[in-house]
T-cell receptor, first 114, second 111 residues
Framework: EAQVTQNPRYLITVTGKKLTVTCSQN?????MSWYRQDPGLGLRQIYY???????DKGDVPEGYKVSRKEKRNFPLILESPSPNQTSLYFC?????????????FGEGSRLTVL | QKEVEQDPGPLSVPEGAIVSLNCTYS??????FMWYRQYSRKGPELLMY????GNKEDGRFTAQVDKSSKYISLFIRDSQPSDSATYLC???????????FGAGTRLTVKP
């Protein structure tokens, strides 16, 4: 089954404690992206990757890091989480480079930073 | 001004009603228009996809694009409780990373 898998789905952590949210896709997609979703603000892009070893900032990259060492994986790293990073996070992938195709989303990771 | 504007609702309708969801946008370069449906505790899933202006119908769903007015709509006929979800519009000019999303409209269809 074609899917994007995120882990963990739910996480409560404390300020400053480094965490990683993993994302894996099994569709051999070139493009992957991370979004955060907040009430009234919709989906905002954090980082994206056009292919292996190619990453770039989205609209709200501050406080986040990513890496793309393998095509299927695109982890999101919060080096020192703060309460304003409490949000619902989605990983997504898409075939090809142009933003014309369907985005496939994971089921989301709800993060709470105390 | 946001690049894509969407009324967040919430919108509540009785079963069987016709639902109209709308988005406006400011970037005249957008050519690809999508509607995603997001159920509670799930990720968004593509519902409708339209290129340029015109209408597209798929069962009870119709997507409409008016590029001259920079306005897109999603119509749901004979709405069902299973249509209760958040609907996000999305659009792109077709470049590498230029897809933009609306804030989403939360819809509830009551039996």
């Amino acid at each position: 089954e074609a899917q994007v898998t995120q882990n963990p789905r739910y996480l409560i952590t404390v300020t400053g404690k480094k965490l990683t949210v993993t994302c894996s896709q099994n569709m051999n997609h070139e493009y992957m992206s991370w979004y955060r979703q907040d009430p009234g603000l919709g989906l905002r892009q954090i980082y994206y990757s056009m292919n292996v070893e190619v990453t770039d900032k989205g609209d709200v990259p501050e406080g986040y890091k990513v890496s793309r060492k393998e095509k299927r994986n695109f982890p999101l790293i919060l080096e020192s989480p703060s309460p304003n990073q409490t949000s619902l996070y989605f990983c997504a992938s898409r075939r090809g480079r142009g933003a014309t195709g369907e985005l496939f989303f994971g089921e989301g990771s709800r993060l709470t930073v105390l | 001004q946001k690049e894509v504007e969407q009324d967040p609702g919430p919108l509540s309708v009785p079963e069987g009603a016709i639902v109209s969801l709308n988005c406006t946008y400011s970037n005249s370069a957008f050519q690809y228009f999508m509607w995603y449906r997001q159920y509670s505790r799930k990720g968004p899933e593509l519902l409708m996809y339209t290129y340029s202006s015109g209408n597209k119908e798929d069962g009870r769903f119709t997507a409409q694009v008016d590029k001259s007015s920079k306005y897109i709509s999603l119509f749901i006929r004979d709405s069902q409780p299973s249509d209760s979800a958040t609907y996000l519009c999305a659009m792109s000019a077709g470049n590498n990373n230029d897809m933009r999303f609306g804030a989403g409209t939360r819809l509830t269809v009551k039996p």
